[in-house]
């Protein structure tokens, strides 16, 4: 019903905010991306990711885990490392990733 | 030099994540938006602030406090307030916000 949000629990669990600038190679990048974000859902704790990227180029990704282990595991996942170096190398002018524990959460409209 | 990113000090810190669906509803929406980002960055307790939406209408704006009582003002701010009414009758189909306090945070890529 509401295809780009997550569907996270009730808190607390984790957030991992990923903004980043994209450089101007585009050599594999959405394929990668996009195949990282289906691979992040497939992993035991994560509870979905939700994900945006505007004309600028500044991009933001938010992937929620269940804890501080399935976080860990995502990181060492051996596609996703792959992805880490391609984007260090190539895609990424920029990032800034924050791991951050979701105290509290909140939806709307209520009642559209 | 990173124009699309905020210059948050060691965490701990908390961030407010606002991710959100547009309607069709255009009408007046881009200048709120800018005036509200403009407005959240002069908040005492503000570290800044990064936003990001896509062509298919969905956006994450990640806002960044020092503690509770900074979000707290925000969120009572009186322009603010009338936005979040705008917001929720004509601008947003669907939103999740997540309140969340930063545990860690890594910037990169090293070297470039």
Redesign the interface.
Known sequence: M?S???R?PE?PY??V?F?S?RTEDDHGYEAMAQAMFELALQQPGCHGA?????I?????T?AYFADEHSIGAWKQNARHLVAQRL???RW???????????????????G?
Chains 1, 2 share one sequence.
Do not use: M
Not at 50 to 54: F, M
């Open positions: 509401h780009g949000f997550a996270t808190p984790y957030a905010i903004t600038q939700e994900s945006a990227r505007g600028d180029g500044v991009g933001i938010v984007g260090k190398e990424y002018s920029h990032y800034e990733l924050r791991v951050a524990k979701v105290e509290r959460a909140y939806a709307g409209p209520e559209r």
